[in-house]
């Protein structure tokens, strides 16, 4: 029973922060790249930040690249996405992944939560 659960989705106002959590179980967590996605209306799904399975090395889109930090927690599982100075353009439905490439390829979603920043 693999399980991706986000959380701490909401209402903000622009400017605000948000800090996302997602909590991974049935799968060895350590052993997988963590990623948060998201998608807004009318665009398509877009890698917003990524985390490697031991958390050393991070990547950003651009847009939000000083903004947004991933980070993951191997003993709980878990992996947080804290949005700083959020803009209008930061609305979306934000989804959790993980990804295990390899002899064969994992690749898992969570069922995303909604981030919705008001100006």
């Known amino acids: 029973q693999v399980q991706l659960v986000e959380s701490g989705g909401g209402l903000v106002q622009a400017g605000g922060s948000l800090r996302l959590s997602c909590a991974a179980s049935?799968?060895?967590?350590?052993?997988?790249?963590m990623s948060w996605f998201r998608q807004a209306p009318g665009k398509e799904r877009e890698l917003v930040a990524g985390i490697t399975s031991d958390g050393g090395r991070t990547s950003y889109a651009d847009s939000v690249l000083g903004r947004f930090t991933i980070s993951r927690d191997n003993a709980k599982n878990t992996v947080s996405l804290q949005m700083n100075s959020l803009e209008s353009e930061d609305t979306a439905v934000y989804y959790c992944?993980?990804?295990?490439?390899?002899?064969?390829?994992?690749?898992?979603w969570g069922q995303g939560t909604q981030v919705t920043v008001s100006s």
């Open positions: 049935g799968f060895t967590f350590t052993s997988y790249t």
């Open positions: 992944n993980a990804w295990r490439g390899g002899l064969d390829i994992n690749d898992y």
